[in-house]
């Protein structure tokens, strides 16, 4: 993490005492983030994590934020403070009172934002698989909150395994997401990603991909996958705001080629989507 964070309206010193144990979001997970990818200053897609954000906090009945453009202008001041122009920053909103355990706050919730380097991810990811890790059918399926200590422990054992990642099943069999990245298969001129019905998180990349990139003769949509769809696929990839489009090398030990010609259109194609999304919004020279 760098040296300066963002607390409520305040760019303070990471090392300083800024929260509570009596805040109750803090204790319980309860709030809600998104992991936002900066290009040359600019906030990729800050209006797609707002949103998503925004929507989940109604969800879970976190107070929010009113103004969009206030929370961006004070993102941009935690990038400018920590020369942060291209990076990973996190942003979260965190409810402060209720439940049974409710300590004193001056606030409904706090605004936290921190940055650090972009992760190096290498060349592919080596997948494993886990059944009944999501459940669809819960009204909570898909959202993006704080509590995240499951997700947290199945990446590190996926680690201590020799793997990267891992591909989680929902109740239904079907292939949902991975801790921290959706899913994407390759069946000729055909990209599959599970639908949100499976409880994957409506992921920012992966709506960019469904909704604005568009390569002739490729169809990027949504299709119910099962773990039996993985083998015969001819590529496979996963995605996120750190990753981009990261191809997938083995799922289960089943190798994939290491030639992956729809995965490299895509990611051109998604390269081109963030440079004609960042040039006129540049606030500093490229680097």
Not at 58 to 72: D, K, M, Y
Not at 174 to 201: D, H, I, K, M, Y
Request: charged residues 25%.
């Amino acid at each position: 993490m760098h040296r300066f964070l963002l607390h409520n309206d305040e760019v303070r010193d990471a090392a300083d005492p800024v929260v509570s144990p009596g805040q109750v979001g803090l204790m319980n997970g309860w709030g809600v983030f998104s992991t936002v990818r900066v290009y040359d200053g600019v906030l990729f897609e800050w209006g797609r994590h707002w949103e998503r954000m925004r929507h989940d906090a109604g969800r879970f009945r976190v107070p929010f934020p009113e103004n969009a453009e206030w929370v961006e202008s004070r993102l941009h001041r935690l990038i400018e403070a920590n020369q942060a122009w291209n990076a990973t920053l996190r942003v979260c909103v965190v409810r402060n009172r209720g439940g049974m355990f409710e300590g004193p706050s001056a606030t409904e919730f706090d605004l936290i934002a921190f940055t650090t380097n972009v992760r190096p991810w290498g060349e592919g990811a080596r997948l494993g698989v886990i059944p009944n890790a999501r459940f669809a059918a819960s009204e909570f399926a898909g959202a993006k909150i704080l509590s995240w200590a499951e997700n947290l422990t199945r990446y590190e054992r996926a680690q201590e395994q020799g793997l990267d990642e891992v591909v989680l099943l929902n109740e239904r069999g079907e292939v949902c997401e991975c801790t921290s990245a959706n899913v994407f298969v390759v069946r000729g001129s055909q990209v599959w990603t599970p639908p949100l019905s499976s409880g994957c998180l409506p992921g920012v990349t992966r709506a960019v991909l469904l909704e604005e990139i568009r390569v002739p003769g490729i169809d990027v949509v949504e299709k119910t996958i099962f773990p039996a769809d993985l083998e015969p696929a001819e590529e496979m990839f996963i995605n996120s705001t750190t990753r981009e489009l990261l191809p997938v090398f083995s799922v289960e030990g089943h190798e994939f080629p290491r030639s992956h010609p729809v995965r490299d259109c895509l990611q051109r194609a998604f390269t081109e989507y963030v440079q004609a999304y960042v040039a006129p919004r540049r606030l500093t020279p490229a680097r």
